[in-house]
């Protein structure tokens, strides 16, 4: 039997709202075809006019932009259920580049398909509105990270913020042991921070024995002190599971 490629988006989905066996039943029906992408692979770049929105289905997406000094500045990241590219059904020209960051698995959707559902489906148009909301709400996060949060206070929230994220859908277990493919280069270009800050950011949160960090996993040793560490509170993701 082919697998249910359109699983990892109602895992997702159901992680903020209900979603009724109509609307499961429309995103069964979506045609997606699959893509592999490598480490750094742009799967939209600035000034695409793309036809399909992109499903992330294994590994992990950010969106980013190139600034005149010519650094990248990571504004998102994303995991399996989210899409990413979304805004494309409704704004035809990409105004900033999306790429992989390890290797990955992408479901191409076509626009079509997506704006059929949403006719069909005014609880399912509305449940991807939520999503699109939640996703405004941890770009503001984020804002708060680069601008007003110290080094160790903005590292421990981002960390949280994924973490939460990855459990909400299935990707932590009980050892709260994350597969992540990020290197310290992908949090200096999310944070706004330089590698050697960030390198002792995460030895401080390492030596608070927080967390172990080792290259493509993170494992949270002490949950509530990695939250207060970070001034985190999850309301901001909208979660009616964790």
Same mark, same amino acid.
């Given at each position: 039997m082919a697998p249910d490629l359109s699983a990892p988006l109602l895992r997702k989905l159901e992680s903020i709202a209900v979603v009724p066996d109509a609307d499961k039943a429309l995103l069964r029906g979506l045609r997606i075809t699959t893509r592999q992408l490598a480490h750094?692979? @742009?799967?939209? /770049?600035?000034?695409?006019?793309?036809?399909? /929105? +992109?499903?992330? =289905?294994? *590994?992990?997406l950010c969106r980013y932009d190139v600034v005149e000094s010519g650094t990248r500045q990571i504004m998102s990241f994303h995991l399996p259920g989210d899409i990413p590219d979304l805004q494309s059904v409704f704004l035809s020209t990409m105004d900033h580049s999306v790429a992989s960051i390890g290797p990955s698995t992408v479901g191409l959707i076509p626009h079509e398909d997506l704006q059929r559902a949403f006719e069909r489906s005014f609880h399912l148009t509305s449940v991807m509105w939520r999503e699109t909301l939640i996703d405004s709400a941890i770009f503001r996060q984020w804002i708060g990270n680069i601008g007003g949060r110290t080094a160790i206070v903005a590292m421990a929230h981002l &960390?949280?913020?994924?973490? +939460?994220?990855?459990?909400? =859908? *299935?990707?932590?277990? %009980? %050892?709260?042991?994350?597969?992540?493919? &990020?290197?310290?280069?992908? &949090?200096?270009?999310?944070?706004?921070? #330089?590698?050697?800050? =960030? @390198?002792?950011t995460l030895r401080?949160?390492?030596?608070? *024995?927080? =967390?172990?960090?080792?290259?493509? #996993?993170?494992?949270?040793?002490?949950?509530? *002190? &990695?939250q207060k560490a970070g001034d985190f509170d999850p309301s901001y993701l909208h979660l009616v599971r964790d």
């Amino acid at each position: 039997m082919a697998p249910d490629l359109s699983a990892p988006l109602l895992r997702k989905l159901e992680s903020i709202a209900v979603v009724p066996d109509a609307d499961k039943a429309l995103l069964r029906g979506l045609r997606i075809t699959t893509r592999q992408l490598a480490h750094g692979d @742009n799967l939209v /770049s600035v000034g695409d006019t793309p036809h399909f /929105s +992109a499903l992330v =289905i294994t *590994g992990m997406l950010c969106r980013y932009d190139v600034v005149e000094s010519g650094t990248r500045q990571i504004m998102s990241f994303h995991l399996p259920g989210d899409i990413p590219d979304l805004q494309s059904v409704f704004l035809s020209t990409m105004d900033h580049s999306v790429a992989s960051i390890g290797p990955s698995t992408v479901g191409l959707i076509p626009h079509e398909d997506l704006q059929r559902a949403f006719e069909r489906s005014f609880h399912l148009t509305s449940v991807m509105w939520r999503e699109t909301l939640i996703d405004s709400a941890i770009f503001r996060q984020w804002i708060g990270n680069i601008g007003g949060r110290t080094a160790i206070v903005a590292m421990a929230h981002l &960390l949280c913020e994924l973490v +939460a994220r990855g459990r909400a =859908i *299935g990707l932590i277990k %009980d %050892d709260m042991r994350f597969r992540l493919p &990020l290197i310290q280069q992908d &949090l200096a270009d999310a944070l706004g921070l #330089s590698l050697v800050h =960030i @390198n002792r950011t995460l030895r401080q949160l390492r030596r608070a *024995g927080l =967390i172990v960090w080792e290259p493509g #996993s993170l494992t949270v040793l002490d949950w509530e *002190g &990695l939250q207060k560490a970070g001034d985190f509170d999850p309301s901001y993701l909208h979660l009616v599971r964790d």
